[in-house]
């Protein structure tokens, strides 16, 4: 039995509390505050094929070091993660990376709607956590933007009772954008070209398809005041219409390219500060649902090239926690809010089972974002150098103690 004493409930009444574990240990909490063990609905742990910028040995370790025993891996890998085959492969190699870290850490995996192997689907069904949709193209190559396969992705999701996420931009305005900035050589061009619009479009449509098939819908890093009054109409309408949002679209704006260059881009990209603003209306109007970290690692090296050649994605597994806990602090958010977006809202949605996994966090400790210590094995952070009070401390995770001091 694992035993943890004076630890204190979000609500701040003091508890003690006993863990199923094979060995018997006592923890004295010291005051510090018990979160359950987070969900990350969104991450990019890159196995198999992209294992340069980040692998579950290095991932399953940042995951605990930002309080997280559950996550959801994204199908852009290489293969991609879009035949019954690549899906089996994948899990066994992230089998043996976690064995191999010792890090048992629970993961889901989303299955890559593909036009060609839309019929794989339907063998999957009971190993995947939903189908994920690139409308606009990412990372990879993985792109639906045509009408007649987005109807049959939907169709079939529908038919197999399977949820689908939407990596909503809409990929013809995209290209038509690209042709208008096609001079385009500032990271910062980014945001003008992939704007607010190319978002909006790609999310009234499927929250149309959503409507028709009576599909459940997961729309991924919802970024945008446009974005978020679509999700609003269509949830008052009744419709299963489910938003995240990011750390980094809730905690940077377009301005944060003059520090960070080629490291703030990001698809969807950085907004203007009015978009930041309507993101943290739109959680305390519950139209937000959840805070996916969409943790997508590159290199250094990668995310110093030029823009064009720089790929879009950032880190943020580590981070999440501690920038939500220190907008707790400037009281901006609830602790109880902090646990629906990265517990409750993920498990319900997706249906996960109960789990005794829980985060002990001091609530008050600071510390700085420092690019040497973190887990990653990209090495940096977009919020490297800032100063954030509240950092997990110790994760429980099936009856096993991890001090994240030591891991
Ligand atoms: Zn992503």
Not at 12 to 31: H, P, V, W, Y
Not at 41 to 46: L, N
Not at 253 to 277: C, I
Not at 383 to 403: C, H, K, S, T
């Amino acid at each position: 039995m694992l035993k943890i004493q004076n630890a204190v409930t979000i609500d701040g009444s003091r508890m003690n509390l006993t863990i199923e574990s094979t060995k018997d240990f006592t923890l004295d909490a010291q005051n510090l505050t018990i979160f359950p063990g987070l969900i990350d609905p969104h991450v990019h742990f890159r196995t198999p094929g992209l294992e340069h910028k980040e692998n579950w040995l290095t991932a399953a370790k940042a995951a605990l070091a930002g309080g997280y025993t559950t996550v959801f891996d994204m199908p852009n890998t290489l293969p991609p993660t879009i035949t019954e085959t690549s899906l089996k492969e994948k899990k066994a190699l992230i089998e043996a990376q976690l064995a191999e870290v010792g890090i048992p850490l629970r993961y889901e995996l989303f299955f890559g709607a593909d036009k060609k192997h839309l019929s794989e689907i339907h063998k999957v069904k009971h190993d995947v956590i939903g189908i994920k949709v690139f409308m606009g193209c990412s990372t990879g190559n993985l792109v639906i933007d045509d009408d007649e396969s987005l109807h049959a992705v939907f169709a079939i999701a529908a038919s197999q009772n399977l949820i689908v996420a939407v990596h909503a931009e809409d990929e013809a305005l995209i290209i038509e954008r690209k042709k208008q900035f096609s001079d385009a050589k500032h990271y910062c061009d980014h945001s003008k070209i992939r704007n607010p619009e190319v978002a909006a479009r790609a999310v009234a449509k499927a929250i149309a398809l959503c409507r028709i098939y009576e599909t459940k819908l997961y729309i991924l890093h919802v970024s945008t005041a446009d974005e978020i009054a679509l999700i609003a109409k269509a949830k008052e309408e009744g419709l299963p219409v489910y938003a995240e949002t990011t750390p980094h679209h809730l905690f940077l704006d377009d301005s944060a390219y003059d520090n960070l260059q080629g490291k703030a881009v990001v698809n969807p990209p950085l907004r203007a500060e009015e978009h930041r603003k309507a993101l943290w209306n739109a959680i305390k109007n519950n139209v937000i649902d959840t805070i996916g970290s969409d943790h997508a690692p590159h290199t250094n090296t990668e995310k110093s090239q030029a823009y064009g050649a720089c790929p879009s994605g950032m880190p943020g597994i580590e981070t999440t926690l501690p920038l939500l806990l220190t907008a707790h602090h400037e009281g901006l958010i609830t602790l109880e809010k902090i646990v629906s977006l990265t517990q409750k809202r993920p498990r319900e949605i997706f249906g996960l089972p109960e789990n005794n996994d829980v985060v002990l966090v001091d609530l008050n400790k600071t510390r700085f974002v420092d690019n040497a210590t973190l887990k990653t094995k990209c090495g940096w952070s977009v919020f490297a150098g800032q100063e954030l009070r509240g950092w997990p401390l110790y994760v429980i995770m099936n009856g096993v103690l991890y001090d994240l001091a030591t891991i």
